[in-house]
């Protein structure tokens, strides 16, 4: 299914106003934008974010459970992200891509899609299916770095228990009745 051209008639001139076509492809929105810095429109008493109503007038339905991913901020590694990412204010259905919500979270560059995208742990282990634990939060550790922290821990331990004096029954007693830990004598 095409896109479109800018100026389609499936869309109120009231939209078109608002968009200004770029060298890059995107089709710029002009007019109002929220506080995440994606574009909207008031249509007939009601808010429409204007990139989905883009895709829905020019491509078809958004399918259910899916959201709207904007290709040309995926692809440009020079954005600056955030609310001032001037892909967010794209309109052009041929830069936008229906997909589901991690997909679209996976394909930017969040700590999320930093962390999962990466192939070994900090020491430089892989993270592969052998190397690989799974926390119960559903995050992942290195097994190799987590064994060397828990032999670290047991030295550390066994060092420390070593350097306390054993307990003298004299301690023992002393600590037990109350007669003698108050000071009194017997």
């Not at 030295?155 to 009194?184: L, N, S």
């Amino acid at each position: 299914m095409t896109a479109g051209e800018f100026g389609d008639a499936r869309l109120p001139e009231r939209f078109w106003a608002k968009v200004r076509p770029l060298e890059s492809g995107c089709w710029e929105w002009t007019a109002a934008r929220n506080s995440g810095g994606y574009a909207f429109i008031k249509i007939n008493g009601s808010m429409h974010l204007a990139h989905r109503l883009a895709h829905e007038a020019l491509i078809g339905p958004i399918p259910e459970g899916l959201t709207i991913d904007h290709r040309c901020h995926t692809d440009d590694e020079s954005c600056s992200r955030g609310g001032q990412c001037p892909h967010r204010r794209c309109v052009n259905p041929a830069h936008l891509e229906p997909v589901t919500q991690r997909e679209n979270s996976l394909r930017g560059r969040s700590f999320l899609a930093v962390n999962v995208s990466k192939t070994e742990c900090l020491r430089g282990h892989p993270y592969d299916t052998a190397n690989t634990y799974r926390t119960p939060k559903g995050g992942r550790d290195c097994r190799t770095c987590r064994s060397e922290a828990t032999r670290r821990s047991r030295r550390r331990k066994a060092a420390a228990k070593a350097a306390v004096p054993p307990e003298t029954a004299a301690d023992a007693a002393r600590r037990t009745d109350p007669a003698r830990t108050a000071g009194g004598t017997r």
